[in-house]
């Protein structure tokens, strides 16, 4: 595949800095399974090993769904934490948005799923579905939610369970994925707040056919009666499917060069950035675009190595993992960046601005 030449056109928008409302990124959280499954074990499973894998992508565990769990039980869990940190009654969200790739049904949206499992009985609810871009996306919508008056609390969450759709006989593949449910509560906030600094989303759906689950929607149903003619004769494939040595080329390229135009277009030098937390794909890949953008790797979250890659849920679970190992502290500037199938990519430069216990109901 010949690889484009030029930058790729997005969406580059640095917010107008007289507005008047802001979105505030008011609280991680994150939820993961119980089960946690070793190198070791996979290495039992198929022809790997903990050396390979680790080698190749830095994972040295990830955590799976109990059976009995879903992408929305996962989501719940996180959410609840994360309003729980926020002293925020979940009645009083407005707007629910749940990225995610791995939705508990086709419909209804897993969104109200969650909503009304944790109490969120006035929430509009909706599902993004930019799968390991999600999360960034879905900051975006509740920014713009937030600033245009629609909303004034809104909770992104994502739950991912990949590890349904992982073929265990295809090593180059099944060994990356993770399970959990993670998210952020943005909350709006007054001029004071610094918010959304920059951002930057983009798709090349010229290659969306390099990651993907062939089969399961419209194109290629699964119910047996579907009309095989509908499915182009194809085999069904409902396992996850991906040009691993193509998405690596598309991320370490894409990601740096967004992050340099997001960072250049707001007048921020990486200098500046307190902690950039990237979509926890592959070590490698976290490790090039640290270099390139000159971020020292102590700045760069690693949780993929314990967790794998957990898609949408990845970023909040790096942010709530660093808030726990006192890496994440308030009034930090960090950088997002979510990039994976569609292909997608979305970045964000954002202060991390948590609302302190009862100061959100006081405003």
Known sequence: MTEPQGALPAVLRVPDPERTRRA????????????????EELGAMMATSDEWIVARTGIRCRHVAAPEEAASDLAARAAERILERADLPAADVDVLIMATA?????????AGLVADRIGA???????????????VYGLVQAAA???????????????????????????????LWGDAGA?????????????????????????????????????????????????????VDTYIRMNGP?????????????????????????????????????????????ERLGVPRERMLD?????????????????????AAG????????????FGAGLSWGTVVVAYEPVAAGAERQR
Do not use: K, W
């Not at 369970?161 to 099944?174: E, I, K, L, P």
């Open 183 to 235: 998210g952020a509560l943005v909350v709006a906030a007054d001029r004071t707040a610094r918010g959304l600094v920059g951002l930057e989303l983009g798709t090349d759906g010229s290659r969306a056919g390099l990651v993907g689950v062939p089969a399961g929607g419209s194109r290629h149903a699964l119910h047996p009666g579907a009309d095989p003619s509908t499915n182009g004769g194809a085999e």
């Open 246 to 290: 193509e998405i690596f080329r598309f991320a370490t390229r894409t990601v740096v060069e967004s992050a340099s135009r997001v960072l250049s277009a707001c007048g921020v030098a990486a200098a500046d950035l307190d902690l950039v937390a990237l979509h926890q794909a592959n070590l490698r890949i976290i490790e090039f675009v640290g």
């Open 24 to 39: 505030r990124l008011a609280a991680v959280g994150a939820y993961l399974p119980q089960r946690v499954l070793t190198n």
């Open 327 to 338: 890496r994440l502290r308030p009034g930090q500037l960090i950088l997002l960046a979510g």
């Open 102 to 110: 791995t939705p508990d049904h086709l419909l209804p949206a897993t």
């Open 121 to 135: 009985s006035r929430a509009a609810c909706f599902d993004l579905g930019a799968v390991c871009s999600g999360f």
């Open 145 to 175: 939610l937030i600033e245009a008056e629609i909303a004034e609390r809104v909770l992104v969450v994502s739950g991912e369970v990949f590890t349904r759709f992982a073929d265990f006989s295809d090593r180059s593949n099944s060994i």
């Open 303 to 323: 949780d993929v190595v314990t967790h794998g890659n957990t898609a949408g849920a990845s970023i909040p679970l790096a942010l709530a993992s660093a808030e």
